[in-house]
């Protein structure tokens, strides 16, 4: 897919001076919480208000959303408090109902991208619109996928599209409910800089102390904006309880974020050296998890070495190590020099931790 520039479009011209945000329910309950959270949001920086109607739920059984009930509340919020109105869609049937009623802007969930033939039945129904059309990443972290599904709704005819970063999946237990891996939205801002991309904090973290750090880690990265789920009560919301924020600390968490202001040579500096540096802090988390890994390894092979009487020193093993990874090393421009030192600390750590395993 090209980069085009009339992707940007529709967030240029809404001349905003901070990154756009995007907040409200994960689900819209009743017609009074709708109206509730959005009168709370109406004189605030947000400048979509969002709400879930039909919900897509991991197992059934769980609050599916209100329907096509709720698109009438959206157009009550639209009337009463000026504000523009999104939601997701997942079929045909919502595209075509949310058009009628007058949504201003459409989002398509993690678990729809995932599906060439949902996307494109979506595509399909969306065929020409001016409305402004935001894809989630699939739940998988897949690029190609995610990319795949922004090019069938361009190609039909969709020009104001944007995409939604909520993090992927995993079955490893992490902090968070949905990994970040950043290096991927990096690589999608790095291929498509003319595609707006959103950060969603609220599914990235699934809790809501979390959400300020993963919100200004975001923009340290140049997101063009935040979807943040927002509730009047986030305790008792009937999805994603633990995630919700209330519309005062929605405001806290904008007016404390640094946002970046691009306008003088200064400015591009800073931005391009935090740009850099919170590159460099994805990168050094990732070393140190992946040591972890390695070590866990270790302790493994200890223990198995352990069961089998063998001694934890094996200089084979270790000099194919070596040459292997100053050859690898050299083809990521990394010295001879600096690739044996380093090996030589992570071959003592795993030989303590060995130990340790096998002494203890
Ligand atoms: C949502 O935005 O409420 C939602 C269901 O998100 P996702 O598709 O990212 O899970
Ligand atoms: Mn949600």
Same mark, same amino acid.
């Given at each position: 897919?090209?980069?085009?520039?009339?992707?940007?479009?529709?967030?240029?011209?809404?001349?905003?001076?901070?990154?756009?945000?995007?907040?409200?329910?994960?689900?819209?309950?009743?017609?009074?919480?709708?109206?509730?959270?959005?009168?709370?949001?109406?004189?605030?920086?947000?400048?979509?208000?969002?709400?879930?109607?039909?919900?897509?739920?991991?197992?059934?059984?769980?609050?599916?959303?209100?329907?096509?009930?709720?698109?009438?509340?959206?157009?009550?919020?639209?009337?009463?408090?000026?504000?523009?109105?999104?939601?997701?869609?997942? /079929?045909?049937?919502?595209?075509?109902?949310? $058009?009628?009623?007058?949504?201003?802007?459409?989002?398509?969930?993690?678990?729809?991208?995932?599906?060439?033939?949902?996307?494109?039945?979506?595509?399909?129904?969306?065929?020409?619109?001016?409305?402004?059309?935001?894809?989630?990443?699939?739940?998988?972290?897949?690029?190609?996928?995610?990319?795949?599904?922004?090019?069938?709704?361009?190609?039909?005819?969709?020009?104001?599209?944007?995409?939604?970063?909520?993090?992927?999946?995993?079955?490893?237990?992490?902090?968070?409910?949905?990994?970040?891996?950043?290096?991927?939205?990096?690589?999608?801002?790095?291929?498509?800089?003319?595609?707006?991309?959103?950060?969603?904090?609220?599914?990235?973290?699934?809790?809501?102390?979390?959400?300020?750090?993963?919100?200004?880690?975001? $923009?340290?990265? /140049?997101?063009?904006?935040?979807?943040?789920?927002?509730?009047?009560?986030?305790? /008792?919301?009937?999805?994603?309880?633990?995630?919700?924020?209330?519309?005062?600390?929605?405001?806290?968490?904008?007016?404390?974020?640094?946002?970046?202001?691009?306008?003088?040579?200064?400015?591009?500096?800073?931005?391009?050296?935090?740009?850099?540096?919170?590159?460099?802090?994805?990168?050094?988390?990732?070393?140190?998890?992946?040591?972890?890994?390695?070590?866990?390894?270790?302790?493994?092979?200890?223990?198995?070495?352990?069961?089998?009487?063998?001694?934890?020193?094996?200089?084979?093993?270790?000099?194919?190590?070596?040459?292997?990874?100053?050859?690898?090393?050299?083809?990521?421009?990394?010295?001879?020099?600096?690739?044996?030192?380093?090996?030589?600390?992570?071959?003592?750590?795993?030989?303590?931790?060995?130990?340790?395993?096998?002494?203890?």
């Amino acid at each position: 897919m090209e980069n085009k520039k009339e992707m940007r479009t529709w967030l240029d011209d809404l001349n905003l001076d901070h990154p756009l945000v995007i907040a409200g329910p994960c689900s819209a309950e009743t017609e009074e919480q709708v109206l509730k959270i959005a009168h709370e949001l109406k004189d605030t920086d947000v400048n979509y208000f969002r709400a879930g109607i039909w919900k897509p739920r991991t197992r059934p059984g769980n609050f599916e959303g209100v329907g096509s009930l709720g698109l009438k509340w959206l157009q009550t919020v639209q009337k009463e408090t000026g504000m523009k109105v999104c939601t997701e869609v997942a /079929n045909a049937t919502h595209v075509k109902l949310a $058009l009628e009623h007058d949504v201003d802007l459409l989002w398509i969930g993690a678990r729809s991208t995932v599906s060439p033939f949902i996307m494109q039945e979506i595509a399909d129904a969306l065929e020409g619109t001016e409305k402004p059309v935001l894809i989630k990443n699939p739940v998988n972290p897949d690029l190609s996928l995610w990319l795949g599904g922004i090019e069938r709704i361009y190609s039909s005819g969709v020009k104001n599209i944007g995409a939604i970063h909520r993090g992927f999946s995993t079955y490893q237990k992490t902090k968070y409910r949905n990994i970040p891996e950043w290096q991927l939205a990096i690589e999608f801002q790095n291929r498509f800089p003319d595609i707006p991309l959103i950060n969603d904090p609220s599914h990235i973290t699934g809790r809501r102390d979390m959400i300020f750090d993963v919100s200004q880690e975001a $923009l340290d990265l /140049n997101f063009d904006g935040l979807m943040i789920e927002t509730h009047h009560d986030p305790d /008792n919301a009937w999805s994603d309880a633990a995630q919700q924020v209330t519309p005062s600390t929605l405001v806290q968490i904008m007016r404390d974020l640094k946002i970046k202001k691009e306008t003088d040579a200064e400015a591009e500096y800073v931005s391009a050296l935090n740009n850099l540096r919170a590159q460099i802090d994805v990168v050094d988390n990732q070393i140190i998890e992946l040591l972890g890994k390695r070590m866990q390894a270790a302790d493994g092979i200890g223990a198995l070495k352990k069961s089998r009487n063998v001694a934890v020193l094996q200089s084979k093993r270790w000099n194919e190590i070596l040459g292997n990874m100053v050859l690898e090393g050299e083809q990521h421009g990394l010295s001879e020099e600096f690739v044996l030192r380093m090996f030589k600390a992570i071959h003592q750590e795993s030989i303590n931790h060995q130990e340790k395993i096998i002494n203890g």
